[in-house]
Each structure stands twice: as C-alpha cells, then as structure tokens.
C-alpha cells in the first residue's frame, strides 16, 4: 500500500486506521485505504491552532448540512450536529443560528480558518477523488498535497454564488453526503481546474500548476456554463467569503 499523501508505502508507514474522505461527524461513510496512519491523524490533529484542518472542514459544512435536514424533514441519525463556532436552534419548524463568542470577525481569524478550511476540501477532494478513481498519485497533484498536507503555497480555491435557491439532491444526500465531480453540466474541470459540488455548494480550485493565462480561460469557461444557475464568483480569503448558511434558499 501507498499514501496517497506522503507517497511512502508499506512497512514504511502504516494503514491499520480507517480514514474517512468526508468527516465522519458530517455523515461521511466512505473512507480511503491509501492513507497512512501518521498523515490521517495529521489532518485530525490541532496542530499550531486550536483546531484541526478537519474540524474546520466540518464546522463550515455542518450549518450547511443542519439546515438542509431541517429542509427535508430527515431525522439525523449519523453525525451528531456539535460544533465550538455555532449553535442551532429550533422552535415549531423554524431554525435559528446562534453565533458563538469562539467564532470571530476579525480578519486574522477568518483567513485562518479560511486557510484551513481550504486545506480541508483540497483533502476531501483528493482522498474521494482517488477512492472513485485511483488517480492522485501523479507528480500533476502535487499541487494539491503540498497545500493540503504541508501548507505550501496559496491554495487558490473559487466559490460560486446561485442566483436561484432550489437546489437538486439526492434523498439521502443532507444524511450522508457525497462529493461529485460531473452531476450536473455547470461543473467544468479541465487539466488544470477541478469543480466539486458538496452539499449545495460549487467550488473551483487548481489541481496542476497554472498561469494567469490558464486561470483566466478557465474562469470564462466556467461562467458562461453557470451564467443560468449563479450570479457570481469569488476567490475566498475570508471563511465569511462563503454563503455556508445557503442563504438563496431564503428567497
């Protein structure tokens, strides 16, 4: 066996744990056999902050998921809802989010939960990426496993705002989520970009190097496919850069 992250294999590293590509507290049922114990327990761990890449990952989509189960009328039964930012209330059909005094404002703890949420979904593609595939172990991906495991480099990532609040999911989809990469004919990937859409939510990033030319090109191509279903784009730096409530449903 081979880590799909730090690319050692057998009797190097070991792979006796399970790690799952989407959280487990978010529902994620599917977990990937090519990730090394010490890299699975990295992305767990706090590290330097007082939350791990992985928490910040299901911190963001949790409100997501919470409201779309509220939604559907599912009962949760996978994925306990706790989270140290927020907290859901409920009364007679209706939801309420509280923000919690954790969760600030300020620019410095936005763009480092930003940053670390944007190392979560680099993950959480790759590992589902590779588990639907067997892709990933490319030299081409690098992009992807220096930003997402070792925190080199920017990591570019595009969220794209709707324009129109109905949203197409599978029935089980809010219970237990699933990343695609071609469900609808809005997604466009080429041999440099990827597009994901998890639980409502449409993003673009890098998965090769690219130039301003490269960039460019793709982001034309990716609006004019969209120009029906979305009203806008935006490179996040601020974890507030995301409509994580899905706030379109309101309109």
């Not at 994620?28 to 056999?33: A, I, L, P, T, V």
């Not at 939960?113 to 593609?125: N, V």
């Not at 469900?183 to 970009?193: A, C, I």
Request: aromatic residues 14%; hydrophobic residues 35%; proline residues 2%.
């Amino acid at each position: 066996m081979k880590c799909i992250w730090c690319l050692k294999s057998e009797p190097t590293v070991a792979f006796s744990k399970k790690a799952h590509t989407i959280p487990k507290s978010l529902g994620g049922q599917n977990y990937n056999r090519n990730v090394c114990d010490h890299c699975n327990e990295y992305f767990g761990n706090k590290q330097e902050l007082n939350y791990s890449i992985e928490e910040a990952l299901k911190e963001t989509f949790n409100i997501t998921r919470q409201r779309l189960l509220i939604r559907s009328k599912t009962k949760r039964k996978v994925g306990r809802f706790k989270s140290r930012f927020f907290e859901i209330k409920e009364r007679k059909g209706h939801s309420r989010l509280v923000i919690k005094t954790s969760f600030r404002f300020d620019s410095k703890f936005q763009r480092e939960l930003c940053q670390q949420f944007k190392r979560g979904l680099y993950k959480m593609f790759l590992e589902e990426f590779n588990r639907q595939t067997e892709k990933g172990f490319e030299p081409k991906y690098d992009v992807i496993r220096n930003f997402a495991r070792y925190g080199l480099g920017k990591g570019t990532v595009i969220y794209f705002y709707r324009a129109v609040g109905i949203l197409i999911t599978m029935k089980n989809e809010p219970e237990t989520p699933v990343l695609f990469f071609d469900r609808m004919n809005y997604l466009y990937s080429n041999d440099k970009f990827i597009e994901i859409e998890f639980l409502g939510h449409v993003f673009g990033f890098p998965i090769a190097i690219f130039n301003e030319s490269d960039f460019k090109s793709y982001l034309k191509r990716s609006i004019e496919l969209k120009k029906d279903h979305f009203k806008s784009a935006k490179i996040i730096d601020r974890l507030l850069d995301i409509d994580f409530t899905l706030s379109i449903m309101d309109k």
